[in-house]
Nanobody
Framework: QVQLLESGGGLVQAGGSLRLSCEAS????????AGWWRQNVGKEKEFVSVVRWDPWKGGATYYGDSVRGRFTISRDNAKNMVYLQMNSLEPEDTAVYYC????????????????WGQGTQVTVSP
C-alpha cells in the first residue's frame, strides 16, 4: 500500500518562501498525477498543483489560479519524491497542504485521488 509523507511546512512571513516535499513509499508508485491540495478549517479542499508522473509523457504541470506564477511543482521519479516550491507567500496561502496521487487522468477532482498524505501545516503571517 502506497504511503505519502509530507514535510517542509512551517511559519513564514508574507513574501517569504517554503519548499514542501512528499515521499512515496510502500509499493510501486506510478500514478497518473502526483501533487498538492490544500485545505483550511471549514472549507473544501483546494487544488494547488500536480505533475504528470510518467517522465516519458512530458511531465506536464498544472496549477490552481491562486498560486500560478508563485508556486512551482517538480518531481524526482528515481526517489519517488514530489516537491512544491512556494514563493511570494501570502496570508491567504495559510492551510494544511496535502500530497496526493491519482491514477485517473482528471486532476481537478479530489475524490478521484487514490492516495493522500497526512498533511503539513503552512502558516503565513502578515
Amino acid at each position: 500500500q502506497v504511503q505519502l509523507l509530507e514535510s517542509g511546512g512551517g511559519l513564514v512571513q508574507a513574501g517569504g518562501s517554503l519548499r514542501l516535499s512528499c515521499e512515496a513509499s510502500g509499493g510501486t508508485f506510478n500514478p497518473y498525477y502526483a501533487g498538492w491540495w490544500r485545505q483550511n478549517v471549514g472549507k473544501e479542499k483546494e487544488f494547488v498543483s500536480v505533475v504528470r508522473w510518467d517522465p516519458w509523457k512530458g511531465g506536464a504541470t498544472y496549477y490552481g489560479d491562486s498560486v500560478r506564477g508563485r508556486f512551482t511543482i517538480s518531481r524526482d521519479n528515481a526517489k519517488n519524491m514530489v516537491y512544491l516550491q512556494m514563493n511570494s507567500l501570502e496570508p491567504e496561502d495559510t492551510a494544511v497542504y496535502y500530497c496526493a496521487a491519482s491514477y485517473y487522468p482528471d486532476y481537478a477532482q479530489a475524490p478521484l485521488y487514490d492516495f493522500w498524505g497526512q498533511g503539513t501545516q503552512v502558516t503565513v503571517s502578515p
